[in-house]
């Protein structure tokens, strides 16, 4: 870390009489670099819109804060929004994104607003222009997600696009031993019309958990034209991730939770592993039928593979930390397609209508087997949290399906048909929304224990109606109101030996949300809060009362109120924040013989907040310094809340330093995440185990980028 200051220090002392006679381009590019959240994006059926417009809560990351943080993943990028937290899966490497206290799988985040097209389990950010988040159900706007959550909001990345012309290379650093390097190239040509861009990134080595290796390469090329009356484009990427020696997640098989391990710690095995790859692109076409008519089109496809052997950990002393391990080996390959069309329409003036009609469908299908590897009488291995014994992997135990060719386990397929009217009033002061989408979900199970015979079919249908209004009362002020509702494909019990109905699909689920709220600028900052009620049916295993076995089921509902402030903006000249808070009241309703009654949510933490700053220090041209505080309250850890997880806070710093070389940026960057080292469980957020995520230790970040 000195040898990475001292050249900051050096970098900076060189560069100082280039910027005296050439001013204008570092400032130029210390403008571009700011990190930024906007109050806008893609809400499905009702087009891209701005925040102040919609009775819905909806915010964009931008490009800059991606390339200035260097974040490894996706969950990392949102670990700048107040209002979510991110978690694991269980059994694998696929993030998990909590918000308003309920998951939002990674195979339901949305691509240029199609589902099942972006990558599974672990997003690499750098092909992205921009993240949106959208807090709060969706059903209506982006329909039904496949995987069969995101009820508690949605997140949609937009793929980079030709702007303007640009030529960068950046290398990079990451704690402990993580290099790598990317490229983006844009060009327009002729009149502007049409557009280019070409982009890509790879990445190699250990990070700052002991013995974690993480490898990543990607590669986007964006097409896009321009014309009178049509736009069309076309978007493909490939990403390939692999990850050795992933530290695993905890499971607590004790009646008190375990002292959290050093910050670096990894209790992983060196054999556990993770490889995946995608093939991905989106083509979209948009045609002006009149001055106040657009259809639209829009069709993705996504080839996915992956395989991995992932690691288990089981907590059987938590003063020793004396544990249980096991294995899990899955290898599993995806075909997603989807396309969506629609038709806009703006009429009226005293009066103003916009008529949102259209429809999309999506086809999924999921080949996998798995093998359990848990060793004679599934007794796993012995082995400990904070001294962990290297144990070799553990002969199978439960096979299901063919592992050397995997036949289908699930086809879905979803379509839905959707109209809306967005009604404007008194010079669109007062704008109320009104829409219905009928949503239909066919999900065929085939059975893994017999070749892959039909087990089970259900085609169910539903109609989730949104009614919204905004009110404007003065310039910059928004006030919103909300009903609407959330659909989701029934949940999957995880495979596991120990429950009785291992890998069954449930009867989908409808979740209503009530909100209302407001937004507002002050100056250079925008700010939003809300007030929220969501119910949901609950889903969890319960012993079956013979043995250990258990059945996993839809037992009572959830039911979560919470509260949310949000804001981003410049507050004085070259001072810039991104922050906020949320707290969620996420309690146990009708519940199964009243069983936990009123209990508090597994993994939801009863408040988060977030402050992000950024100044630009004008009295040393082009420096800029940079800080973050992320806060996380309590967490049960089971739904009985016999167990615990203390809140935690971690702070991060940095720096950025724009000079010029001739007339050309370079931009060097430094920061160190979790600068105090602390040890934190992150997250108790499980679908079926009570299983604790460790924090990320302390992580320095370094990267030099030049424009060219």
Same mark, same amino acid.
């Given at each position: ?24 381009? %570092? ?47 996706? *969950? ?5 929004? /107040?209002?979510?937290?991110? $978690? ?57 997600? /496949? ?41 327009? =040509? ?35 034209? +321009? ?44 054999? #556990?592993?993770?490889?995946? +790859? ?102 796993? =291995? ?5 001294? /962990? ?42 704008? &109320? ?30 109609? $989730?109606?949104? &009614?919204?209004?905004?009110?404007? /009362? ?25 429950? %009785? ?16 709220? *407001? ?12 007030? =929220? ?12 009362? #013979? ?26 000249? *070259? ?6 808070? #949320? ?46 505080? &992320?806060?996380? *309250? ?14 935690? $806070? ?16 370079? $931009?060097?960057?430094?920061? &160190? ?36």
């Amino acid at each position: 870390m000195k040898r990475l200051i001292l050249a900051t220090v050096s970098l900076a002392a060189i560069a100082t009489p280039a910027l005296a006679q050439d001013d204008e381009v %570092v400032i130029q590019a210390q403008r571009e670099n700011a990190s930024a959240v906007t109050g806008e994006g893609d809400l499905g059926a009702l087009g891209t819109k701005k925040a102040e417009d919609v009775p819905f809560t909806v915010r964009s990351y931008n490009e800059a804060l991606i390339l200035n943080q260097q974040p490894l993943t996706l *969950g990392a990028l949102l670990e700048n929004d /107040p209002t979510i937290r991110t $978690t694991y899966g269980f059994g694998n490497a696929s993030e998990q994104f909590v918000i308003r206290g309920f998951q939002l799988f990674g195979d339901d985040v949305g691509l240029n607003g199609l589902y099942g097209i972006a990558p599974r389990q672990l997003v690499a950010p750098e092909l992205f222009e921009s993240v949106q988040v959208l807090n709060g159900a969706s059903a209506f706007l982006n329909g039904a997600a /496949p995987g069969g959550s995101g009820i508690g909001g949605s997140v949609n990345l937009q793929l980079k696009r030709a702007g303007r012309d640009l030529n960068r290379a950046t290398a990079s650093y990451i704690g402990d031993q993580h290099f790598g390097g990317s490229f983006d190239v844009a060009r327009r =040509f002729g009149d502007g019309s049409f557009g280019v861009r070409v982009n890509g990134a790879f990445r190699s080595g250990d990070v700052a958990v002991e013995g974690e290796f993480r490898r990543t390469a990607v590669l986007g090329a964006a097409f896009d034209w +321009r014309g009178e009356r049509v736009r069309a484009s076309l978007d493909l990427g490939y990403q390939r991730v692999e990850v050795d020696g992933l530290r695993p997640k905890v499971t607590v098989g004790t009646a008190v939770v375990p002292r959290v391990p050093e910050a670096d710690a990894n209790y992983a095995q060196p054999w #556990t592993y993770t490889d995946m +790859r995608d093939v991905f692109g989106v083509a979209r076409i948009e045609y002006d039928v009149a001055d106040n008519a657009m259809v639209y089109a829009s069709a993705g496809a996504r080839d996915g593979m992956e395989e991995g052997i992932y690691g288990g950990l089981t907590i059987l002393n938590a003063t020793t930390g004396a544990a249980n391990g096991n294995a899990l080996y899955v290898p599993r390959t995806d075909n997603n397609e989807a396309i969506e069309a629609g038709l806009r329409v703006k009429l009226g003036q005293a009066v103003t209508h916009e008529f949102n009609l259209g429809g999309n469908i999506a086809w999924q299908v999921n080949r996998n087997a798995f093998d359990f590897l848990y060793g004679p009488g599934f007794a796993g =291995f012995a082995t400990n949290l904070y001294s /962990p014994t290297l144990a070799a992997i553990p002969a199978s135990a439960f096979v299901g399906g063919d592992l050397n060719d995997p036949f289908p386990i699930s086809r879905t397929r979803l379509w839905s048909v959707y109209a809306s009217d967005t009604a404007g009033l008194f010079d669109n002061r007062l704008l &109320v929304t009104g829409g219905l989408r009928l949503q239909s979900i066919r999900v065929k199970a085939y059975n893994a224990y017999n070749g892959g015979l039909l087990d089970s079919t259900y085609d169910e249908s539903a109609v $989730t109606p949104v &009614v919204g209004v905004v009110v404007k /009362p003065v310039a910059g002020v928004s006030l919103f109101a909300n009903r609407i509702e959330g659909l989701q494909q029934g949940p999957t019990a995880p495979i596991d030996p120990l429950l %009785v109905n291992s890998g069954e699909v449930l009867a989908p689920t409808k979740s209503v949300q009530y909100e209302v709220g *407001g937004k507002v600028r002050i100056g250079g900052i925008d700010a939003s809060l809300a007030l =929220f009620q969501i119910d949901l049916p609950s889903a969890y295993a319960v012993p079956t009362g #013979t043995g250990t076995s258990q059945v996993y089921g839809l037992f009572g509902k959830q039911r979560n109120r919470g509260i949310e402030l949000s804001f981003a903006g410049e507050v004085a000249s *070259g001072l810039r924040l991104i922050g906020g808070g #949320t707290v969620v009241d996420a309690k146990l309703r009708e519940t199964l013989g009243g069983a936990n009654e009123g209990n508090r949510a597994q993994g939801v933490p009863e408040y988060t907040a977030n402050l992000n700053a950024e100044w630009d220090m004008g009295f040393v041209p082009g420096l800029t310094l940079t800080g973050r505080v &992320v806060h996380t *309250g309590p967490q049960a850890v089971n739904i009985a809340n016999t167990l615990e997880l203390d809140d935690w $806070t971690r702070f991060d710093v940095g720096a950025r330093y724009v000079f010029a070389a001739g007339d050309k940026p370079l $931009t060097l960057r430094f920061g &160190v995440d979790n600068v105090a080292n602390a040890r934190y469980w992150a997250s108790a957020y499980d679908a079926f185990s009570q299983a604790l995520l460790q924090g990320a230790p302390r992580t320095v970040r370094a990267s030099l980028s030049v424009d060219f």
